[in-house]
């Protein structure tokens, strides 16, 4: 539920720990996502709760999980007892019995206090996973910690988002910006401007040989978009999409053997 890709450092204070400036940006992050036009409300949480599947009687570990509203309302749809990890700390109040909210860095899942010799049967990555500080050694942790026959569910941007930002930014051509490796910063208004944002670039060679030396591969990818009714409801969302493409979802099971 945290943006990806993002070292965040205040404006104020200077570069630093990029854990410390998210806990200012995550209740404006979940202010933002709670508007009605949110389009983690329009498109987003529908296309993960459906890559989910029914998740009855099921266990879910939700890395990185903001402020935990989404692995609390899988546990009001049924499921098991259930985690959220993250490492700001600021989780909603009173969930759901069988919702357990621990602050912790999804860098290490086999580190977190709770978590030791547990087994999930879904595993998710909502726009967290950039955050990982070595991203397949985070993977092959969620790997371990699979239960028989379960799988990952990963969000990530576009790439091609940033490579449009960094050429507008720079002045310069979408395909020099996709390949480039160069970091790039930016104040985020619709959360809070006293934060700049830093992306960590990506191409989507990167994403994919990264599932594969994790052990993992892709059993389906999704591009969500508006719905045509929303389409007609917020037309300024479908701007957005018609120009940064939007997300992609992965499904990720563990490679046989």
Known sequence: MVPDDSHVTSNSHGAGDASRPWEQLASDYEQARSREDSLDRLVEWPAQRELLGD???LSVLDAGCGNGAKVAELVRDGAAASVGVDISGNFV???PPGTQLIQGDLSDLAAVPGLGG?????IMFLQSFGYAKDPVAALRTARMMLADNG??????TQPIRYAIER??????SLGE?????????YRHNGWNDQVT?????????DLLNVFSAAGLWIEAAVEPQLSEDARRRYPHKQAVLNKYLGILLFKLRPLPG
Not at 118 to 122: A, V
Not at 197 to 205: G, H, V
């Open 93 to 95: 109040d009173a969930p």
């Open 167 to 172: 050429a507008e930014q720079n002045g310069t």
């Open 151 to 156: 799988f990952i569910v990963l969000t990530r």
């Open 55 to 57: 998740v009855n009687g």
């Open 177 to 185: 910006e996709y390949f480039s490796t160069d970091s790039f910063s």
């Open 118 to 122: 547990r087994r999930f049967d879904r």
């Open 197 to 205: 944002l830093t992306k960590r670039p990506y191409t989507m060679s």
